[in-house]
Protein backbone atom coordinates (compact mmCIF):
# COMPACT_ATOMS: atom_id res chain seq x y z
CA UNK A 1 0.00 0.00 0.00
CA UNK A 2 1.19 3.43 -0.61
CA UNK A 3 0.40 6.44 1.75
CA UNK A 4 -2.22 7.55 0.16
CA UNK A 5 -4.13 3.82 0.78
CA UNK A 6 -3.67 2.94 -2.47
CA UNK A 7 -2.00 -0.10 -4.08
CA UNK A 8 1.58 -0.31 -4.74
CA UNK A 9 1.41 -1.87 -8.27
CA UNK A 10 -1.60 -2.29 -10.63
CA UNK A 11 -4.74 -4.39 -10.71
CA UNK A 12 -3.57 -6.17 -14.30
CA UNK A 13 -0.63 -7.29 -12.47
CA UNK A 14 -2.50 -8.65 -9.70
CA UNK A 15 -4.61 -10.48 -11.88
CA UNK A 16 -2.24 -11.81 -14.01
CA UNK A 17 -0.57 -13.14 -11.03
CA UNK A 18 -3.10 -14.75 -9.30
CA UNK A 19 -4.19 -16.31 -13.01
CA UNK A 20 -0.99 -17.44 -12.97
CA UNK A 21 -0.92 -19.28 -9.53
CA UNK A 22 -4.41 -20.78 -10.36
CA UNK A 23 -3.58 -21.89 -13.89
CA UNK A 24 -0.72 -23.81 -13.13
CA UNK A 25 -2.45 -25.31 -10.24
CA UNK A 26 -0.10 -23.69 -6.96
CA UNK A 27 -2.45 -21.59 -5.77
CA UNK A 28 -2.36 -24.19 -2.68
CA UNK A 29 0.94 -24.88 -2.02
CA UNK A 30 1.18 -20.89 -2.05
CA UNK A 31 -1.25 -20.58 0.43
CA UNK A 32 0.36 -23.29 2.49
CA UNK A 33 2.48 -21.58 4.83
CA UNK A 34 -0.71 -19.49 6.13
CA UNK A 35 -2.70 -22.73 6.66
CA UNK A 36 0.00 -24.48 8.46
CA UNK A 37 0.35 -21.20 10.64
CA UNK A 38 -2.93 -21.50 11.96
CA UNK A 39 -3.73 -25.22 12.20
CA UNK A 40 -0.36 -27.31 12.98
CA UNK A 41 1.23 -27.35 15.85
CA UNK A 42 4.23 -25.06 16.30
CA UNK A 43 7.66 -26.72 15.22
CA UNK A 44 10.15 -26.67 18.83
CA UNK A 45 13.65 -24.91 17.71
CA UNK A 46 16.29 -26.15 19.63
CA UNK A 47 17.43 -23.19 22.01
CA UNK A 48 21.13 -22.36 22.48
CA UNK A 49 22.75 -23.29 19.68
CA UNK A 50 21.75 -21.22 16.50
CA UNK A 51 21.09 -22.81 13.22
CA UNK A 52 24.64 -22.19 11.15
CA UNK A 53 23.28 -21.15 7.78
CA UNK A 54 23.43 -17.09 7.69
CA UNK A 55 19.85 -16.19 8.21
CA UNK A 56 18.48 -12.17 7.07
CA UNK A 57 15.51 -10.85 8.27
CA UNK A 58 13.63 -8.11 6.29
CA UNK A 59 10.52 -6.67 6.92
CA UNK A 60 8.43 -5.00 4.81
CA UNK A 61 6.08 -2.01 5.82
CA UNK A 62 2.86 -2.25 4.16
CA UNK A 63 2.11 -5.61 5.03
CA UNK A 64 -1.26 -7.37 5.30
CA UNK A 65 -0.87 -10.45 6.96
CA UNK A 66 -2.08 -11.50 10.50
CA UNK A 67 1.62 -12.47 11.78
CA UNK A 68 3.10 -10.66 13.82
CA UNK A 69 6.67 -9.58 13.56
CA UNK A 70 8.84 -11.83 15.37
CA UNK A 71 11.32 -9.78 17.91
CA UNK A 72 14.54 -9.85 16.83
CA UNK A 73 16.26 -10.65 19.97
CA UNK A 74 14.21 -14.39 19.41
CA UNK A 75 15.15 -14.51 16.23
CA UNK A 76 18.76 -14.08 17.19
CA UNK A 77 18.14 -16.75 19.67
CA UNK A 78 17.33 -19.61 17.16
CA UNK A 79 19.40 -18.74 13.49
CA UNK A 80 22.34 -17.18 12.79
CA UNK A 81 20.88 -13.23 12.12
CA UNK A 82 23.50 -11.91 10.17
CA UNK A 83 20.93 -8.97 8.91
CA UNK A 84 18.05 -7.95 10.37
CA UNK A 85 16.42 -4.73 8.31
CA UNK A 86 12.79 -3.02 8.31
CA UNK A 87 11.26 -0.45 5.92
CA UNK A 88 8.39 1.29 5.97
CA UNK A 89 7.13 0.47 2.61
CA UNK A 90 7.41 -2.87 0.34
CA UNK A 91 4.44 -4.69 1.32
CA UNK A 92 4.21 -8.51 0.70
CA UNK A 93 5.54 -8.14 -3.00
CA UNK A 94 8.50 -5.98 -2.78
CA UNK A 95 9.89 -6.42 -5.88
CA UNK A 96 7.00 -5.37 -7.67
CA UNK A 97 5.84 -2.57 -5.01
CA UNK A 98 9.52 -1.44 -4.31
CA UNK A 99 11.90 -3.40 -7.18
CA UNK A 100 14.58 -0.80 -6.41
CA UNK A 101 14.46 -0.91 -2.50
CA UNK A 102 14.85 -4.92 -2.89
CA UNK A 103 17.74 -4.89 -4.92
CA UNK A 104 19.30 -3.06 -2.34
CA UNK A 105 18.33 -5.42 0.41
CA UNK A 106 19.61 -8.67 -1.52
CA UNK A 107 22.93 -6.65 -2.31
CA UNK A 108 23.76 -5.69 1.16
CA UNK A 109 22.85 -8.77 2.66
CA UNK A 110 25.08 -11.18 0.03
CA UNK A 111 27.92 -8.52 -0.06
CA UNK A 112 28.93 -9.78 3.20
CA UNK A 113 28.73 -13.17 2.30
CA UNK A 114 30.86 -13.25 -0.58
Given at each position: MRDDGGTAFDRELLL???TLYWATNTIGSSLLPYWAGR???VTDLAEGTPA???TAIT????ERVP???P?????????NLV???EYDRGGHFPAVAEPELLVDVLR????RLR
Open positions: GTLHLPPVPIFGGFPKPQEMVARYFRWAATFR
